[in-house]
């Protein structure tokens, strides 16, 4: 049954009644420890050219397990930074302590005992509800049985709205259930502790409610919900249970949402009459009303003080070096009264009229301090008995699955949305298939012609830039799209960057290996190329190492930068590969001083394998049918070339080694890019 709470902002408003969201119990779900965070004195500092740049000012706080918290403030306040820290997300100029259940929080443990939806739902559009639910599942709780799995599925979609939607592409969800479903996926290995960024963004009212009120069941069953929110409407505002509010990188407010209009009301800062709270906050913050930003940082303490009710009120210890700090003290301390509760109902609570609740004090003093009630205490020890003595449970793998199984579950998972993928697959097919056929019509047998000698290396060339830019372009576009998601699930400890990236780099090979095969025997055989299959082989090869070397480039410059740059950068890169291909210049007539640049460039290997399998090996003369053909020996045509001396296992293994070593290279710089993002 739902609880029914009465409410109101100040004496004399009309009693509102609000339906609490009902919590359900996922029965289902593994057990987690209760986890309550606290951190004390944070300061953040950043680089601003040859300045630093203070974001957040010695703040402290404490986040309760069951408790919906909001933390809010005006633009650049440092609500998102404050979120970031606590998450771990940023762990670069950060100063302070944070606490796990009153001890020092161990910060790998810590990541795979939360979760942090980020304000974009990153998800895959190419995977159905249940497809990437099943996904997570496996990643996350990977030990346990599929029906067991399956009933973890079913129970948290159902609670969640989603069951009528297992079918449903990711892609044709609304704003809203794609919101459910970002919680969902994070939800299946039931982290106690949850970090939501701007969590209403770009939702409708129905939506917002929903969501908000999503997070509220999820708090009542026990779990430390956090997110930032920008301004939220007076219906959503009575929804969150404790309130942390920024300004200037400084606590103004922390404590129960229900006390804020009193405790504002005391320091002189009176609540419009049917005035949303949350707005009026924030507009003291942005200093609508006067500068009132240190009055609040002292009556709060940067938040060590905490502001609750129900419990009688301590005296208020202002710290601050301020001039007047000793004035707010006094006057706070003489304002604030203590009030009391009606509590002949348990599912209701009405202020008096002629009272206001106690307000009282939590301090943070390098741990945490907490007048626990009896049953408080008790719960607080059988947690800390959970968690052993270094404040974890005791030492968890870092994933929910070994780096094999990942390995085996993402390749199938990116191989299922590469085949749903119509520009990554089909239009690539298309292209391969339509290039072949205009090549293959433009050179229409002259490969066997000793007249045309020159044409064929001209279709010889092409290959290597077709190759080259359809396997490169394709990859830039794609591979940067990933790194959203890849920041997600590596941070919330889905998978190592290891298997990711061992899966990705295998799921492409048989996609490019065929749409070359397909490519090369259209153009080999139109074009009247040797008939030997040896030589067809060894064509292959070549142009198959080429694709896949130019494959590795594109996750190199998808990995170091973003689309646009990429896009501009990597054919721009690729202009000295081919102007030192042995195409356009021989070898011997390249200048000394540049002549390194040949053994780096792989359009050169490629070219000479190909060029090699088509004239080398004691190739018979060619046919010619006017009276003379300079070229009609093949040797003749490697003399010009400079590859009469050229080893057609050096350029294969070259290629080999190039692609190794981009590869390589591919994954440095995306081990460097998690961690300047984390």
């Known amino acids: 049954m739902s609880e029914n709470l009465l409410l109101t902002s100040r004496p004399g408003d009309v009693k509102v009644q609000i339906q609490s969201p009902q919590p359900k119990k996922l029965t289902h779900l593994p057990e987690r420890p209760k986890v309550d965070l606290a951190f004390s004195d944070l300061n953040y500092t950043v ?3 040859k300045q630093d740049k203070t974001i957040l000012k010695n703040v402290s706080g404490r986040l309760r397990s069951g408790e919906l918290t909001a933390i809010m403030g005006p633009s650049g306040a440092g609500k998102s930074t404050l979120l970031n820290i606590l998450t771990g997300f940023k762990t670069d100029g950060v100063r302070g302590q944070v606490l796990m259940n009153d001890k020092e929080r161990d910060l790998s443990q810590f990541r795979k005992l939360s979760a942090y939806i980020m304000q974009d739902n990153q998800l895959h559009g190419n995977l159905t ?3 990437a639910m099943t996904v997570a599942a496996k990643l996350k709780i990977g030990e346990k049985s599929r029906p067991e799995r399956e009933d973890i599925i079913s129970e948290i979609l159902d609670t969640l709205g989603l069951i009528d939607h297992r079918t449903t592409m990711t892609s044709g969800l609304s704003g809203g259930q794609k919101k459910r479903l970002s919680i969902a996926l994070e939800l299946v290995s039931n982290p106690p502790i949850m970090f939501f960024d701007e969590p209403t963004s770009g939702l409708d009212s129905s939506s917002c409610f929903q969501c908000i009120s999503l997070l509220k069941t999820l708090a009542r069953g026990g779990r430390t919900i956090i997110c930032t929110i920008h301004q939220p409407s007076a219906r959503l505002f009575e929804m969150f249970d404790q309130l942390y509010t920024l300004s200037d990188g400084q606590c103004v407010y922390q404590g129960s949402t229900k006390m804020l209009v009193q405790f504002l009301g005391r320091l002189g800062l009176q609540c419009p009459s049917y005035h949303n709270p ?3 906050i924030i507009e003291v913050a942005c200093g609508e009303y006067g500068n009132h930003t240190r009055k609040l940082v002292n009556a709060i303490d940067n938040g060590k003080n905490d502001v609750r009710e129900g419990k009688p009120l301590p005296e208020l210890k202002i710290t601050d070096n301020l001039n007047n700090a000793e004035k707010y003290a006094h006057d706070i301390k003489n304002t604030i009264v203590a009030s009391k509760f009606n509590k002949d109902d348990k599912n209701a609570k009405v202020y008096n009229d002629t009272t206001i609740p106690a307000l009282p004090q939590k301090v943070l003093n390098n741990g945490v301090k907490d007048d626990h009630s009896k049953d408080d205490v008790e719960k607080a020890n059988a947690e800390s008995a959970l968690l052993g003595d270094n404040a974890m449970p005791v030492k968890q793998p870092r994933y929910g699955n070994t780096e094999l199984q990942q390995f085996f579950i993402i390749l199938k998972r990116t191989l299922l949305f590469s085949r749903r993928d119509w520009t990554l697959m089909y239009l690539r097919l298309f292209a391969h298939i339509l290039v072949g056929f205009l090549i293959g019509a433009l050179y229409f047998k002259i490969g066997n012609d000793g007249a045309k000698v020159l044409s064929n290396l001209g279709f010889l060339f092409f290959n290597m830039l077709f190759l080259m830019y359809t396997s490169m372009t394709i990859t830039i576009l794609s591979f940067p799209l990933e790194m959203p998601v890849l920041l997600k699930e590596h ?4 998978y190592s960057l290891r298997s990711y990236y061992l899966a990705i780099t295998l799921s492409d090979i048989p996609f490019q290996t065929i ?8 153009v080999y055989f139109m074009t009247a190329q040797p008939l030997e299959a040896s030589r067809y082989g060894m064509f292959l090869l070549a142009c198959l190492l080429v694709s896949f070397v130019a494959q590795s480039i594109g996750l190199v410059v998808g990995a170091a930068m973003n689309v646009q740059n990429g896009v501009f950068l990597a054919p721009v890169m690729s202009v000295p590969f081919l102007l030192f291909s042995g195409f356009f210049v021989s070898f011997d007539a390249i200048p000394v001083y540049l002549r390194w640049i040949t053994y780096l460039s792989y359009i050169r290997y490629g070219f000479e394998g190909t060029a090699l ?20 020996s093949p040797s003749i045509t490697l003399e010009e070339l400079d590859m009469i001396d050229s080893s057609y296992m050096v350029d294969i293994v070259a290629l080999v080694v190039i692609f190794i070593v981009l590869r390589i290279a591919a994954y440095v710089f995306l081990k460097l890019k998690l961690r300047a993002n984390h």
């Open 47 to 49: 680089k601003q050219g």
């Open 278 to 280: 949350a707005s009026y």
């Open 613 to 632: 399998a088509t004239y080398g090996f004691d190739r018979s003369k060619l046919q010619c049918f006017i009276s003379y053909c300079h070229f009609k």
């Open 515 to 522: 749409f070359c095969v397909i490519y090369v025997t259209i």
């Open 491 to 494: 941070f919330n400890r889905w």
């Open 129 to 131: 509800v249940d497809e």
